[in-house]
Every structure is written in structure tokens, then in C-alpha cells.
């Protein structure tokens, strides 16, 4: 990979950000186009974002991806921002404009659509399940809505979460929104079900739930991908329920990303899998 004083720079900003699989991602991407580029991890504390935007804006980058905790602040600093963003609250990309102005976006809903395509979920008019009321789960409503869900039926530990994610929602899509308390009930003639909780999550207790309720022909996703196959997974794919991963999501939310930075829409290819799972193990 050639980087010369002509290197186009970009990274993703965090704090912290040592975890981040972003720079392995971006940079698998750079090495298979032979870009003349880099992509670095960002670490930056909360009070320095906006100083810390400008300086990396000064020095030529082409813009960030941010993380925790800067998703919020990114949104609130964007002079322009898509309708992703705006429904989201908050922006997982900047991209710094020739003008000086910052374009706010979210990818995360189009990762996780894409994402549940290639894993061959197709929902066309059946109603889908959301466990979950946080950042994740915004994103998986705009998802479910571009898929096609007539209902979103959303379940949250926390029952008024729920009810809030759906009356802000609703007016960004076409499908009816529904907070829901009774699981069995959420679970009836659904075509998918979709954890973005962060129950399962690696030093996190599992989610608790019986798939009993869930009728056989439903797919099952996971947002989380530590670990990759989360006892949500490995039950249902053990009931034979096609499952999909978060890796996925994470693969196809970085694609825009990297088209933005560096001009080139890239590939999820089983390469890029296989080096981010080696990557998760190690
Ligand atoms: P938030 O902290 O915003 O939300 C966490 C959610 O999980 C809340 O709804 C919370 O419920 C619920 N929750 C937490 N613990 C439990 C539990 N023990 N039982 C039931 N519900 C619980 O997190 P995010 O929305 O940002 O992230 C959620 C998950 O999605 C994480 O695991 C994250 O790794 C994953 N993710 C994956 C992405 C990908 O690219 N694959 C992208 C973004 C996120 P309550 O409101 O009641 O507290």
C-alpha cells in the first residue's frame, strides 16, 4: 500500500478507540484498491471533538467516522445531515466538505439492511421483531422499514423506552410502529426477529428469552458480533431458523464510508470476513 504526501487520510474517532475493528476494515479495503491512502484510529476525549474536528480538517482529512461517545456531538456539529442522521439523533460519519462545512450521516440502517439481505431475509409485508430502545435499535428500525416490515413490533427491558423509539420514529417510515410488552405476542406471524439489545454482548449476562413463540420460517439477527455466535444465535439456529450475525452490519455500515473518504465503493467479500473474525479472536 503506497502512501505519499498525496495520501488521502480519514479514521474513525473514539473514546476509546483501541477496540475499534474500523481501521482493519477500512484498511483491508485500501490495501485490495491499491489507494493511495490511510485510515486511522482517532483517540479523543469528549471536550476536544470539535477542536480535534477542525485540526483534522485542516490537515486534510477527507473526514472521520465516530464512535462512542461522539455520535450525539457529531450530529450536533453537522451543518448538513441526511435523513438517517436526523432520525438516528445522531451521525457515524463526517464528511469534511471543500466549502468548510461538515455533512452529518448515518449508516449504520443501510449496513443493517444490506447486511440482512446477502443473509437472504426478505420480509415483504410481514411484520418483524425489535428487541431493543438504544442508538442500535433506531438504526434497526429504519432497516426493517427499507425491507419492507408492515409493523415493527418494539420490546424494551425498560417498556417506556419502547413506546418513546416509536413515537419518534414514526413519522421517518411507512411501517406501523408498536412498543410491546407481551413477547409471545410480538412474536406472532413474525418474519424476523432482531436483538439490539446489548444482552450477549462479550462480559455482558445473555439475553433471556425462549424462542418457543417465534414461528419456524422467521430469520434471527444479532446486532452484536462479540461474540460472533451469541447463545441467541446458536439456540436458533439449533431450532433451524436462518440467523445472521452483526459482522455483517458492521462490514456494509463502513461501505459508504469508504466510498465517501476515498472514492470507491468497496466489496464485502468472505476475505474481509475472514480477517475481521481472526481479528475478533484474537
Ligand atoms: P445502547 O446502550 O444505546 O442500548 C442498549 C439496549 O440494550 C437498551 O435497549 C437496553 O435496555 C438493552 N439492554 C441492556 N442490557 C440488557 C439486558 N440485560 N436485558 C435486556 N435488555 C438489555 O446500546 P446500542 O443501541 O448502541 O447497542 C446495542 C448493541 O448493538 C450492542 O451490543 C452493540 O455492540 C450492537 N451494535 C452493533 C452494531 C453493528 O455494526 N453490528 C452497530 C451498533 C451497535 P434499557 O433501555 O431497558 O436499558
Known amino acids: 500500500m503506497t502512501i505519499s504526501a498525496k495520501a488521502l487520510c480519514a479514521g474513525v474517532a473514539g473514546w476509546p478507540v483501541a477496540h475499534s475493528l474500523s481501521p482493519r476494515l ?159 405476542a410480538a412474536a406472532r406471524d413474525t418474519g424476523l426477529l432482531v436483538n439490539a439489545t446489548s444482552a450477549g454482548m462479550k462480559g455482558q449476562p445473555a439475553l433471556d428469552l425462549n424462542l418457543d413463540p417465534l414461528p419456524q420460517g422467521a430469520a434471527v439477527c444479532d446486532l452484536i458480533y462479540n461474540p460472533l455466535e451469541t447463545e441467541l444465535l446458536k439456540n436458533a439456529k439449533a431450532r433451524g431458523h436462518n440467523t445472521v450475525d452483526g459482522l455483517g452490519m458492521l462490514m456494509y455500515q463502513a461501505a459508504p464510508s469508504f466510498a465517501a473518504f476515498y472514492g470507491i465503493t468497496p466489496k464485502v467479500t468472505p476475505a474481509l470476513r475472514t480477517e475481521l473474525e481472526q481479528a475478533l479472536q484474537a
Open 26 to 184: 477500512h484498511n483491508h479495503w485500501l490495501k485490495a484498491h491499491g489507494v493511495d491512502g490511510a485510515y486511522v484510529p482517532l483517540p479523543i476525549p469528549r471536550e476536544h471533538l470539535a477542536v480535534a474536528l477542525k485540526g483534522l480538517r485542516l490537515a486534510g482529512f477527507k473526514g472521520v467516522n465516530l464512535t462512542i461517545p461522539h455520535k450525539e456531538a457529531a450530529f450536533a456539529l453537522a451543518h448538513k445531515l441526511d435523513d438517517a442522521a436526523r432520525a438516528a439523533g445522531a451521525a457515524n460519519l463526517l464528511v469534511f466538505r471543500e466549502d468548510g462545512t461538515l455533512e452529518g450521516r448515518n449508516t449504520d440502517a443501510e449496513g443493517l439492511a444490506a447486511s440482512l439481505r446477502a443473509g437472504g431475509v426478505t420480509l415483504s409485508g410481514a411484520p418483524a421483531t425489535l428487541l431493543g430502545a438504544g442508538g442500535a435499535a433506531r438504526a434497526a428500525v429504519l432497516a426493517l422499514d427499507v425491507l419492507g416490515a408492515s409493523e415493527i413490533r418494539i420490546l424494551n427491558r425498560h417498556r417506556e423506552r419502547a413506546a418513546t423509539l416509536a413515537n419518534e420514529l414514526a413519522p421517518f417510515v411507512k411501517a406501523k410502529l408498536k412498543a410491546c410488552a407481551d413477547w409471545p
